[in-house]
C-alpha cells in the first residue's frame, strides 16, 4: 500500500522560505500526480499546488501562484514544493496526496486523491 510522507514544515518569518518535501520509501510514485493540499484551523481543506505524473503539467492556486513551485524527483520518489515569500496567512498543516494514473495533467479537487499523508505544519510569524 502506497504510503506518502511530508517533511520540511517548520516556523519561519514573513517573506522567508521552506521547502516541503513528499516521498514514499516503499513504493514508486512515477505514476501518481501528486497533490499538496493545506487545512488552516476552522478552514476547509484546499488546494495549493498540483504535478502531473510525467512533470510536464502543474497548477497552483490563485493565491500562492508565483511565490510556489512545485517539482518533482522521480530517481529519489519524492515531490517537491518550494515555498517563497510565505505570509501569515500561508500558515496551516500541509499534505501532500496521490492521484493514481494522471499523466500530463493533474487536478486540485481533494476528492480526486486516494491516499494522503499525514501532513506537516508551516507556521509564518514574526
Known amino acids: 500500500q502506497l504510503q506518502l510522507v511530508e517533511s520540511g514544515g517548520g516556523l519561519v518569518q514573513p517573506g522567508g522560505s521552506l521547502t516541503l518535501s513528499c516521498a514514499s520509501s516503499?513504493?514508486?510514485?512515477?505514476?501518481?500526480?501528486i497533490g499538496w493540499f493545506r487545512q488552516a484551523p476552522g478552514k476547509e481543506r484546499e488546494g495549493v499546488s498540483c504535478?502531473?505524473?510525467?512533470?510536464?503539467?502543474?497548477n497552483y492556486a490563485s493565491s500562492v501562484k508565483g511565490r510556489f513551485t512545485v517539482s518533482r524527483d522521480n530517481a529519489n520518489n519524492t515531490v517537491y514544493l518550494k515555498m517563497n515569500s510565505l505570509k501569515p496567512e500561508d500558515t496551516a498543516v500541509y499534505y501532500c496526496a496521490a492521484d493514481p494514473l494522471r499523466l500530463l495533467v493533474c487536478v486540485m479537487s481533494p476528492s480526486e486523491y486516494d491516499t494522503w499523508g499525514q501532513g506537516t505544519q508551516v507556521t509564518v510569524s514574526s
Open positions: 504535478i502531473s505524473s510525467s512533470g510536464g503539467g502543474t
Open positions: 516503499r513504493f514508486t510514485l512515477d505514476y501518481y500526480a
